[in-house]
């Protein structure tokens, strides 16, 4: 059997630190400091056998993220046969979902970009507000009164699933089956990607039909407005309507799961500011939670690397010469801690104000769904910290794991208790009963 673990000890330089063990994704930063002062744009062997180039300092990452002579269409993959359908979400070639924005470049882009960005304005975001704070508050109402839960399957999991599902326009009685899908696509991160692959084929399925029935009956949703968008003329094909439904889903949920989890997690291990998130949402003052949740992205973010790009030609980046067809990924990670632009890097500060970070990445490939993510963030941490006194880790750190892949970092679970269940608010943080709600939560019962 090939030993492909002795690929990677010999693909590594002297005195790196191994990557993409489980070991490694319990606490990558290290060895991402290691490589960004000694290997900043390093070759390495992927656990699937692919080699890829590793961008790791902030200033080269900047650039590579803007740089048009990467592109990210995956026909640009000069690697072997055996490497072909290992740079992408699995089954999505299989299943004819190739055409989303993570996989093509201008014009297509440019067009694809346009239209589905009509339903992430900050009009639409804001009006979407009340029913995240719904969501929010109907899920903690759902185990608030045990005194613990597993915050990733009860919460952090569900809640963008069906606040995505409500934007796309699937209907309540069909959101359960794209809650399953994507569990599947979670849980096998780093694993089989069969079951993935099932899963988007299902997936696919499902939305060859939303379309078909929404063509008939369109709504004010999102997949109803693409359609009408490809009905006068903007050229959408219904692969390419059904591709974008499906990356926004993918897109849309983990990346949120994860920053809801690590958000938390951080927290937690950071008591002195969580403090001082707490005392500013008893105040009714929303500016910590607001760069709270920008340096949360920053210091443990969701997507751990960017997602794949491809040489057009022959090209020099952070000084390593880059031939035309090689992959490179941009360990957001690693360049959101460089000393080189961030000051105390490894260190959690909430009001941190100088904080240009990559955690939706860089240029015409920025994630257009952040600011829906940054409500959901902002949302879920306010709900938690005001709604759950005394909000703690139930489980050892060290007995907690991290779910294994290459582009995505979150934690399986996350293990939490709190004092005693507080009472049901509907209303954001910012609003000027937040004082009072937690004087009320405070009271003994």
């Known amino acids: 059997m090939h030993d492909q673990s002795s690929d990677l000890r010999q693909d590594r330089p002297a005195g790196c630190p191994e990557l993409f063990t489980w070991e490694f994704a319990t606490d990558p930063y290290p060895a991402y400091a290691w490589l960004r002062e000694h290997a900043p744009v390093h070759k390495a062997r992927l656990p699937s056998g692919v080699e890829a180039w ?25 690697e072997a046969a055996h490497g072909k359908g290992k740079v992408g979400i699995p089954g ?42 719904e969501l929010t508050d109907g899920l903690i109402d759902g185990f608030a009164g045990r005194g613990e839960a ?31 899908w994507a569990g599947m696509m979670i849980r096998h991160g780093g694993g089989p990607r069969g079951g993935v692959a099932r899963s988007v084929k299902k997936m696919r399925a499902y939305l060859a039909e939303l379309i078909h029935r929404k063509r008939l009956d369109p709504g004010e949703d999102l997949i109803s407005g693409l359609i009408r968008a490809s009905d006068h003329g903007e050229h959408l094909s219904e692969n390419e309507a059904a591709a974008m439904a499906f990356i926004l889903l993918f897109a849309g949920f983990e990346t949120t799961v994860n920053l809801i989890g690590n958000g938390t997690y ?82 959690l500060d909430l009001g941190r104000r100088d904080n240009p970070h990559l955690g939706y990445g860089h240029g015409i490939h920025y994630c257009l769904g952040a600011p829906l993510a940054r409500l959901e963030g902002q949302t879920a941490l306010a709900a938690l910290l005001t709604r759950l006194p005394g909000l703690r880790l139930a489980a050892d750190p060290q007995e907690l794991r991290w779910r294994g892949g290459l582009i995505m970092r979150g934690l ?27 004087n009320d939560a405070a009271s003994p019962a």
């Open 54 to 78: 590793l961008v790791t300092r902030y200033g080269d990452a900047r650039q590579a993220l803007a740089d048009a002579r990467l592109s990210k269409n995956p026909v640009h993959h000069s």
């Open 92 to 133: 999505e070639r299989s299943a004819n979902l190739m055409t989303h924005l993570l996989n093509i470049d201008p014009p297509d882009h440019t067009r694809l970009r346009r239209l589905v960005s009509k339903a992430f304005t900050p009009r639409r975001i804001a009006a979407f507000a009340p029913r995240v704070r």
């Open 150 to 180: 597993d915050l990733i399957h009860e919460f952090a999991f569900p809640l963008p699933i069906y606040a995505i599902c409500d934007l796309l326009g699937v209907p309540r009685e069909d959101q359960d089956d794209f809650r399953d």
């Open 266 to 347: 951080a927290l937690l291990r950071n008591p002195g500011q969580r403090r001082r998130l707490e005392a500013a949402l008893a105040e009714g003052d929303t500016e910590l939670l607001a760069t709270g949740v920008e340096e949360l992205l920053r210091y443990d973010g969701p997507v751990e690397l960017a997602t794949w790009r491809f040489a057009t030609r022959d090209l020099t980046l952070g000084g390593q010469r880059i031939a035309e067809g090689d992959p490179v990924l941009v360990v957001l990670a690693a360049a959101d801690r460089d000393p080189e632009r961030f000051a105390g890097p490894d260190t």
């Open 412 to 438: 399986r679970t996350l293990p939490v208790a709190w004092d005693f269940p507080a009472h049901s608010t509907d209303a954001l943080v910012a609003s000027s009963t937040v004082r009072d709600q937690k």
